[in-house]
């Protein structure tokens, strides 16, 4: 099984800040990877698909790169409703799995 | 709109069965992968199993191989999770998810509110 690695595990970040979140692969998924949001009580949200791709209606300050083993999630600049947990997870091969979550805090 | 409802969900005894459904709308069901993923009160996501638009291809994570069995009617735009042999450890919300694509390991890009399967005795 493929294990993905999130750092950090929190970030604490101002409004307006920017802030870069890493995953790593276990091994390599090419770019097949995934990142999510998730609020405190709701479901998760696509954020970006195939490494790189914006999901429909979502705000272009997140921008996502990287292939084979290493990917980033970056916010541009943060906003007040980017407060979340947000996780990564490779769709390359089966059982697909995600991150352990990075919990992005006011600070 | 794309809508996925579970229902389910409740209170069982560890070693019981247990069988969610997820209701979807707003989109050609039979088109898309579907997925399970679920999560531990205060926990990460965890990917459960995941089937392809026509049943085809099914995986399942190692934690509930050979207990769990994901299935879909395409004619009703349901997707189910048959879960038996239920352990404490399965205690979770569970998810559905539609997929972004057919395959059964696409991303996920549509996602229920969930539904809260607790094991206790």
């Known amino acids: 099984d493929i294990q993905m690695t999130q750092s950090p595990s929190s970030v604490s970040a101002s409004v307006g800040d920017r802030v870069t979140i890493t995953c790593r692969a276990s091994?390599?998924?090419?770019?097949?990877l995934a990142w999510y949001q998730q609020k405190p009580g709701k479901a998760p949200k696509l954020l970006i698909y195939?490494?790189?791709g914006l999901q429909s209606g979502v705000p272009s300050r997140f921008s996502g790169s990287g292939s084979g083993t290493e990917f980033t999630l970056t916010i541009s600049s943060l906003q007040p409703e980017d407060f979340a947990t947000y996780y990564c997870q490779q769709t390359n091969s089966v059982p697909l799995t995600f991150g352990g979550g990075t919990k992005v805090e006011i600070k | 709109e794309v809508q996925l409802v579970e229902s389910g969900g409740g209170l069982v005894q560890p070693g019981r069965s247990l069988r969610l459904s997820c209701a979807a709308s707003?989109?050609?069901?039979?088109?898309?992968?579907m997925h399970w993923v679920r999560q531990a009160p205060g926990k990460g996501l965890e990917w459960v199993s995941s089937?392809?638009?026509?049943?085809?291809?099914?995986g399942y994570a190692d934690s509930v191989k050979g207990r769990f069995t994901i299935s879909r009617d395409n004619a009703k735009n349901s997707l189910y999770l048959q879960m038996n042999s239920l352990r404490t450890e399965d205690t979770a919300f569970y998810y559905c998810?539609?997929?972004?694509?057919?395959?059964?390991?696409?991303?996920?890009?549509?996602w229920g509110q969930g539904t809260l399967v607790t094991v206790s005795s």
């Open positions: 707003g989109f050609t069901f039979y088109d898309y992968a």
């Open positions: 195939v490494a790189s």
């Open positions: 089937i392809s638009w026509n049943s085809g291809n099914i």
């Open positions: 998810a539609k997929g972004r694509g057919g395959s059964s390991s696409s991303c996920l890009d549509y």
């Open positions: 091994q390599g998924v090419s770019s097949w």
